[in-house]
């Protein structure tokens, strides 16, 4: 190093070394690596026009339906991606003055950073769903298509039969320019007859699959699929709508696994209060976004809080839409008693009613009065006033599910006092908290999560306390749910944990929920008798 780039004498290098390094083992293997690279270092010539090279002003312009979200991406991201954003005037960011930009840009980025990306045997291939269950970036999902969508896909797409749908195919599809290569669908696909149904190949032998990724994800998700295989089950939950893809994540990220599973869950009704780490530089990073949303424009509203209040950010979204849907729920009441909306109307603003706290149910039940109120609203009488009044902020009407995620920095240490805060406040939240055990943004220091006895890059000697359980202390409330989940140790136990928090906002009082995830994603192995 010291003879190559400052140019000392191959001696002073060495004294240099033995000053900056004890060991002795160390300053002979520091010996032989000057030598070889004495030895080993090869001229490469650089082409002479290359000193008359431009800059390549030619740029692909991003196009698609969601014109807010294309503009965004052609005006603000690709500058800001091809280091032009200085450059960019004041003008540019009009339209995203208030901080709110469009979700979903990720998914024009494709970086193409992979060396191996997994290429699909369907002759081996089970239909269980693993691979897109554990991975990280969304980038490789399953699909059901009907006889004409199969008939129309790009000649070369690989496909079979569905089991328990026999009129419908299945296919897997990699997006392979977003795919970081870290074999977490590989290595847990459980293939047939000894024979994986995932295979690692070398990237440039799967460019071509890009196109059919691209075709399957513009098809309409079936409603007959989403009926035979339920959001219950680790399989069924892969055909819905992931609404976290593409981040920049680390290849083979555990915490974005939980959080794309989750966004298949509740995703099309979704706040989610992110508190600052690693959650926040994948979730939001400028200028792209990985949070997207589905074909009716419903997605996940995501903003960044402090690494110390964002439980309290997030309690202050779910009070703020508690109080909107009160206000709001108040006009509707008055409508229903004025006894001026036909039978229709009061039909629907009860069932809007009687599902007020289910988020999922309530979502419907909010479109389908929605377009009853659209017809009273054109009445001159009281509860055409009220109707107005109520479609005025008809985007508060329906539940939210409301989420803070964070990691132990912010659950277990100086956000702590602000978390203990919320789940004793009794509100209506879910709390997620990525238990890595270590500080890890900020690059490994052990903290109260972190158990006894764990070395991590800054705490070299050991932790010489026990880690703090912060699901018994949050459990001790004996009113908020609390579950703990590994991914990779039981699939199902995961999903059914995440799922109970639905059902928890259908008693009698709402409660917080309370999820620690530990970053486990290789499955555990069973111990022989």
């Given at each position: ?5 400052f140019f000392?004498k ?10 900056l390094?004890?060991s002795?083992?160390?300053?002979r ?10 030895q080993d ?21 991003a196009?698609?339906?969601n ?5 965004y ?8 991606n091809a ?5 960019l ?6 339209n995203?003055?208030?901080?709110a930009?469009?979700?979903g840009?990720?998914?024009y980025?494709?970086?193409?950073i992979a ?12 239909q269980?769903?693993?691979c897109?269950f ?13 006889d ?6 790009p000649?070369?797409?690989k ?22 290569g ?14 994986k149904a995932?295979v690692?190949?070398p ?11 691209d ?14 295989f ?17 981040s920049?994540a ?17 995703g099309?009704r979704?706040y989610l209060?992110?508190?600052?780490g ?13 949070y ?8 996940v509203?995501?903003a ?8 309290e950010f ?15 729920k ?5 409508i ?14 009860k069932?809007?009613?009687n ?9 419907k039940a909010?479109e389908d ?7 009273v ?6 509860g055409?006033e009220?109707?107005?009044k109520?479609?005025k902020n ?10 803070m ?10 956000g702590?006092g ?22 890890s ?6 903290s109260k999560?972190?158990p ?6 800054f705490a070299?000697k ?8 912060l699901?018994a ?5 004996g ?5 703990q989940?590994?991914?990779g ?7 059914k ?12 009082h709402e ?7 530990r ?6 192995k069973?111990?022989?008798?």
């Open positions: 190093f010291f003879f190559f780039f000392f191959q001696k002073t290098a060495y004294e240099m070394l033995r000053s390094v004890g002795e083992m160390c300053i293997d520091s010996y032989e690596a000057i030598d070889r690279g004495a270092v090869k001229k490469v010539e650089i082409p002479s026009e290359w000193k008359n090279a431009g800059e390549d002003e030619s740029k692909a312009q196009s698609g339906d014109k807010c979200l294309v503009d991406v052609n005006n603000v991201l690709k500058p800001v280091y032009k954003g200085n450059d005037p004041v003008s540019a960011f009009l995203y003055a208030d901080g930009v469009p979700n840009s990720a998914a980025e494709k970086r193409g060396v191996d990306v997994p290429e699909w045997k369907p002759e081996n291939c089970i269980c769903n693993f897109s554990v991975c990280p970036h969304a980038v490789i999902r399953s699909f059901g298509i009907n004409e969508e199969a008939q129309n896909a000649a070369e797409l496909y079979i039969n569905m089991t328990g749908l026999p009129e419908m195919k299945f296919a897997i599809a990699v997006s392979t320019l977003d795919c970081t870290c074999g977490a669908c590989a290595m847990i696909c459980p293939g047939k007859k000894g024979e995932l690692m190949s990237i440039d032998t799967q460019m071509k699959k890009q196109v059919e990724f075709y399957l994800r513009t098809l309409p998700i079936k409603e007959e699929v989403l009926n035979k339920r959001d219950t089950t680790v399989k069924g939950s892969q055909f819905r709508q992931p609404l976290l893809e593409f920049g680390c290849g083979g990220c555990a915490e974005t696994t939980y959080a794309k599973l989750i966004t298949q869950l509740y099309n979704m209060a992110n508190a600052t690693c959650s926040s530089i994948w979730g939001g990073s400028a200028p792209s976004t990985p997207a949303a589905d074909e009716n424009g419903h997605g509203a995501w960044n809080s402090l690494f110390e209040d964002n439980a997030g309690l202050g979204m779910a009070l703020a839409q508690k109080a909107n849907r009160d206000r709001l108040s006009y509707v009441e008055k229903l008693d004025s006894g001026e909306a036909s039978e229709d109307t009061c039909e629907s603003i069932n809007y009613l599902t007020f706290n289910d988020s999922k149910l309530n979502k909010t009065m929605v377009k009853k109120l659209e017809k609203a054109e009445c001159e009488c009281e055409g009220l109707a107005r109520t479609l008809k985007d508060m009407l329906s539940k939210k599910s409301i989420w995620m964070g990691g132990d920095g912010w659950s277990y240490d100086i702590y602000g978390l203990d805060h919320v789940l004793a406040s009794g509100e209506d939240v879910n709390v997620f908290v990525f238990d890595t055990e270590v500080y943004n900020t690059g490994g220091q052990s999560a972190s006894m006895g764990s070395v991590a890059q070299a050991g932790k010489a306390l026990k880690k703090k359980d699901g202390m949050a459990r001790n409330y009113y908020v749910y609390v579950a989940v590994a991914i140790a039981d699939f199902n136990q995961c999903l944990a995440i799922i109970a928090v639905s059902y928890t906002h259908l008693r009698a409660t917080p929920e309370h999820l620690v995830c970053l486990l994603l290789e499955k555990k069973k111990k022989k008798k």
